[in-house]
């Protein structure tokens, strides 16, 4: 963490002096001080300050959506219920597992993408980000070729795969779109859109895995693995888009 961060935060901390300036030039000491203390700086300040009138600006400037002016606690929590409630309402009205590595590789893959997806802004970048992001993306079809599985997929599950894809896509988007609106940053990094994206995924093979009751290795593996992988490409084109 650069130092004058640091001090930043440690003045938050123990009511000390805030170096105002780094604020007004730093966009994570500026969301920090929106985040903790609501727009307002802890110490006594002539209203006429020009940078204390520069922060209040940038920090107030943007209007972001109401789930991301929750506290980091609630809106992890809002996602994580998204994630748990929606595999809960599948097991309800689902077969339930068909292997013993359902359905915790697809929520393992959820819990690998998360520190990087839900990474307040003014906490450094995990060194293995990359890492868990590639593994995370992955697991969910790595776990599809694990045995057992049923056999070979039958008529009946390739007639089902594109509505299994579609129900587990439903719920990847509906937790990407959480990630998205919970963010606090006015612009997301790559790897933190692919991480949203694992959880997602995640989250979609996960409600597939105590839903369905097909466990042909291709079913599991394309119609339930590449949730995330999909999510991921539609990230990174509409990325390329936006530039372009």
């Given amino acids: ?3 004058e961060c640091a001090a930043v935060r440690t003045a938050l901390a123990t009511g000390g002096a805030l170096d105002r300036r780094h604020i007004a030039e730093c ?28 922060v209040l600006a940038k920090v107030k400037g943007d209007s972001p959506p109401p789930l991301a002016r929750l506290p980091s606690w609630v809106r992890h929590a809002v996602v994580w219920g998204a994630v748990g409630g929606s595999a809960a309402i599948a097991w309800a009205f689902g077969a339930g597992p068909r292997t013993p590595w359902d359905p915790l590789g697809e ?18 970048r995990l060194r293995a980000e990359v890492v868990l992001v590639g593994l995370a993306l992955l697991l969910p079809a ?19 795969g594109w509505g299994c894809f ?3 896509l439903l719920v990847g988007g509906l ?3 959480l990630v998205a609106v919970s963010d606090r940053r006015k612009t997301r990094p790559l790897t933190l859109w692919l991480a949203a994206a694992a959880v997602a995924g995640g989250a979609g093979a996960l409600a597939l895995a ?8 291709v079913h599991r593996v394309v119609d339930h693995g590449a949730i995330g992988l999909v999510l991921a490409a539609i990230v990174t084109a509409a990325r390329w888009a936006r530039r372009a």
Avoid: F, K, N, Y
């Fill in 175 to 177: 937790v990407l779109g």
């Fill in 107 to 124: 929520a393992l893959a959820a819990a690998l993408g998360a520190p990087v997806a839900l990474r307040p802004v003014h906490r450094p």
């Fill in 210 to 217: 105590v839903w369905c009751p097909a466990g042909g290795t």
């Fill in 1 to 3: 963490m650069d130092p």
């Fill in 27 to 54: 966009e994570a000491c500026s969301a920090l001080l929106d985040v903790e203390l609501g727009g307002s700086i802890a110490e006594p300040v002539a209203e006429d300050d020009p940078v204390v009138q520069a």
């Fill in 142 to 160: 790595l776990v599809g070729l694990l045995p057992p599985v049923v056999g070979p997929i039958a008529p009946a599950e390739a007639a089902a």
């Fill in 166 to 168: 579609a129900r587990g």
